[in-house]
């Protein structure tokens, strides 16, 4: 995953870019570049990251090279096609220097493009498959930049945003969106700023053009056109962005991830806002007759969205009894998945541009279910194809790894089900409005838990001197037990896997030795006994067990090494807490072992490659 950025206006372009490019590095990161219209032709800095520095301060420091120009584009990259090298970042030109283009997604028949190309006499510069598109524009291009870009877009096949421009046309940008976001915001100044996410306009502009799949957008001159890829005219009006660009700012932490994790009580609150009524009621704000008659319930997702559909599986069988499944949204796909009218099909994505859930959200759209997003970004493309939406209030998320987002899906999964069990006559108004109660007062609970990071700090620093860490649970702990391995993995490059307590002695035991950290998940009542055992069985082979388990479990502290005592908190809730403390651990791990918290090594926020 990319992020672009684009400007035309009548201010220097080159900071403004770099700015915008600052907003979207979550995107990717590996290298980046911006290049600037002049009279002379495309003049253009870009650059990989060099060892601990990243790509775009590489860039910084080049952006006064450029001569003054009030047109240009950017782009920050994740490497998909070709390594991370200066050659391969983008902007990208064709041979004369005169057209230059950012590309965000995947141009699948680069391959048959580029040796046509080559064969005709283009030189490649880059391993890239966007290149292809500033080498067509060239081709193309008979006085019309736009309709350049028609033609290139008539020949290249897959997933793309692209912004492209010409020194030609100065002051023109030319855009283009195919299953790959991209917004254009109208400046002030008859200016426009394009890229591929709102937090990288806020700054200059709330008011935002969000393209569909198979628009383009024209801008020059402080006017705006748009149109299909056929070239009919397109009337677009724009959205009014209400979120504040300081919510998008780090506000004094070191770190994105910390502030995300101390913003979950807020979070909780926004999420749950106005979804209850005053008689206890939910109120989703779906219509009644979306959920009428559903059979079977599937949630897909990736990563953390998948963990917390773990979740939702479990509680909506649990209170609903409608059969329920989580699928991992790469794999539901390509398994010609049984899924028809009666069917709900949950798409859980944090960003909702995920191309796997989106594949997936489209797969079982094809097949006639109906289809519900549970989405944190208003405007997403899940938000939009899908028959309905849940938004998570979390605010942007900026840390690659996953955190608010997590829980306010968790509490969605909570209310999704608690309003299916009671619709379907399954779970009393008191037993639920008890459960609501408790909802209600989970904020208050986590900030019991963010008041202790000390404590954890502690577990922490024993964590990060390991090779290999195990996190076990039964039940909706094991789903938590897989989330807080995903968390520590990705941020603190330790080895970690979760386990499903009872798995432990079918081959898992074999690796436990005194050096291995075992973060044991305790909150489920019914199953404290058993996960006690699987405890034992760690400690037989002097494995280190450091537990997180709910007050009433007070055996285990003859048992553990150390345990974090959460708040009081029921089983079916338990989850929504639990997860702070593991968030916090991994946190500080990373932080310990000197990483890149925010961006992990090798990872993008969005992943919109399948
Ligand atoms: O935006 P999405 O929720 O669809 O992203 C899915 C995963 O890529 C994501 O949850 C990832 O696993 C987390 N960033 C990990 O912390």
Partial sequence: ??????????????????????????????????????????????????????????????????????????????????????????????????????????????????????????????????????????????????????????????????????????????????????????????????????????????????????????????????????????????????WDAVAAEKAGYEHFMLKEIDEQPRALRDTLYGRVDKSGAINLGIRAEFFSGVSRVVLVACGTAYHAGLIGRELLERWARIPAETAIASEFRYRRPLVD??????????????????????????????????TNVVGSTAAREADEVLFTWAGPEIAVASTKAYTTQLEIMVLLALFLATDRGRLGREDCASILAELKALPAKIEEILARKAELQRIAAYVSKADSAFFIGRGLDWAVALEGALKLKEISYIHAEAYAAGELKHGTLALITADTPVLAVVTQKALYEKTLSNVEEVKAREGRVLAIARPDNKGLAASADEVFWLPEVSDALAPIVTIVPLQIIAYYAAVQRGNHVDKPRNLAKTVTTE
């Fill in 341 to 374: 009218e009666r069917t709900l099909v949950v798409a859980v994505s944090q960003s909702g541009e995920t191309a796997d859930t989106l594949a997936a959200l489209r797969e079982a759209r094809k097949s006639g279910a109906r289809v519900l997003a549970v």
């Fill in 1 to 242: 995953m990319c992020g672009i950025v684009g400007y035309t206006g009548s201010r220097p372009a080159g900071p403004l870019l770099f700015d915008g490019l600052q907003k979207l590095e979550y995107r990717g990161y590996d290298s980046a570049g911006i290049a600037l219209l002049t009279p002379e032709g495309v003049q253009t800095v870009k650059n990989a990251g060099q060892k601990d520095v990243m790509a775009l301060e590489v860039l910084a420091g080049k952006i006064s090279l450029l001569p003054e120009s009030v047109t240009g584009i950017g782009h920050t990259r994740w490497a998909t096609h070709g390594r991370p090298t200066d050659a391969n970042a983008h902007p990208h030109s064709d041979g004369s220097g005169e057209f230059a283009a950012v590309h965000n997604g995947i141009i699948e028949n680069y391959m048959v493009l580029r040796e046509r190309l080559q064969s005709e006499g283009c030189v490649f510069r880059s391993e890239t498959d966007s290149e292809v598109i500033a080498h067509l524009l060239a081709r193309h291009y008979s006085g019309d930049l736009a309709e350049a870009l028609r033609l290139v877009l008539a020949e290249i096949e897959g997933s793309f945003a692209i912004v492209a421009m010409s020194s030609r046309h100065p002051g023109q940008l030319v855009a283009a969106r195919q299953n790959v976001p991209l917004i254009v915001g109208a400046g002030a100044e008859n200016e426009f700023f394009i890229a591929s996410d709102i937090p990288a306009v806020l700054k200059e502009t709330r008011d935002v053009y969000v393209l569909e799949d198979g628009e383009m957008a024209v801008v020059a001159g402080g006017k705006i056109s748009f149109s299909d890829f056929a070239g009919t005219p397109r009337a677009k009006t724009t959205m009014r962005v209400t």
